[in-house]
């Protein structure tokens, strides 16, 4: 007969063990709930030097092939009044040109190139990235979904956010290190919240012109006007405002007090809006939907393919 004592231990470890992932998994989605508050802190080797700024610095970095992909797959919903990407839809063929303009990407110092090509090539890189991130994993209901294992040195599992996606000039990088340490401490523009994107409809859309240097004031005005005027950012009824959480987990991006962040919504706001937040003098509520940036028929066909799986998983169960 087997050991008693070795069984004990045997049950005990396994429920030690659970209790660990179960706890690993809670602190996983808090923080994937938290990931946004994070300091916009300059990560050195990205910092801009002289030749960013050189006036015969005019070399540029090719946006074509991001274009592309996006005429084919990213869209304008109307049910949703948001931008989607149909990543269902998505050829191997055009995986593979999606890989190979993220290679080509990476193979480019962009600190060699003028400031405003810098700040164009990390907002494409950064939308480039979470769209591969997402296929990589699809079919999902959300990009908070997405997990690497083994646990980090906190014992926590890495979210999307955190994993490393991108090798550039030698470094390493994360999502989060490209909008924290790179786009929001570098270039402190508040507007390129409404230029990157999550991949989920309570982001602000994914544009779909690829980002250029050219083109870039007028797209990030087109992108903050048109995220502030929709009710997922800014929704102002009988006197009570509930904004996107953006505004809060990024408040300081967007000024130094509540007044600060509404004189910003006012600049981007429609007359009829601009008038009502000017009046408005209370306390502010903030949500936000985690859902992918998915067209409605995709995003049904993911949920069927989730019930399908969590099916079979528990008959599997029960045999």
């Avoid at 980090?152 to 490393?164: H, M, R």
């Avoid at 209370?282 to 989730?306: C, H, K, R, S, V």
Wanted: glycine share 4%; proline share 4%.
């Amino acid at each position: 007969m087997p050991d008693q004592n070795k069984l004990d231990r045997s049950a005990l470890f396994e429920v030690i063990f659970g209790l660990l992932v179960a706890c690993s998994l809670l602190l996983a989605t808090l923080g994937y709930d938290l990931y946004q508050a994070r300091t916009a802190k300059p990560i050195g080797y990205w910092q801009l030097n002289q030749e960013a700024f050189a006036a015969d610095n005019t070399k540029t970095i090719a946006h074509q092939s991001w274009q592309q992909l996006l005429e084919r797959y990213a869209s304008y919903s109307e049910p949703l009044s948001a931008t989607v990407f149909d990543y269902l839809a998505v050829s191997e063929q055009d995986k593979q040109q999606l890989s190979a303009y993220l290679q080509a990407l990476q193979d480019i110092d962009p600190r060699t190139f003028n400031h405003r090509e810098q700040f164009a090539y990390w907002i494409n890189l950064y939308n480039a990235l979470t769209v591969k991130l997402v296929l990589d994993h699809y079919p999902i209901a959300s990009i908070r979904e997405i997990h690497q294992l083994p646990f980090d040195s906190l014992g926590e599992i890495i979210g999307p956010w955190d994993i490393k996606v991108a090798q550039v000039a030698g470094q390493a990088l994360s999502l989060n290190q490209i909008e924290h340490g790179i786009l929001r401490s570098i270039w402190q523009e508040p507007r390129v919240h409404y230029v990157i994107n999550c991949a989920s409809r309570g982001c602000p859309n994914l544009p779909l012109q690829a980002i250029t240097a050219n083109d870039l004031e007028q797209q990030l005005n087109t992108a903050a006007m048109a995220f502030v005027n929709h009710p997922r950012a800014v929704n102002l009824v009988q006197g009570q405002l509930t904004l996107s959480s953006i505004y809060n987990w990024f408040g300081t991006d967007f000024g130094e007090d509540q007044n600060a962040l509404l004189a910003h919504l006012i600049r981007y706001a429609e007359p009829e809006l601009a008038s009502a937040l000017t009046k408005f003098n209370g306390d502010i509520n903030y949500q936000y939907n985690w859902q992918l940036n998915q067209p409605i028929d995709a995003a049904l066909n993911t949920a069927m393919q989730n019930l399908d799986k969590t099916t079979i998983e528990t008959q599997d169960d029960n045999n």
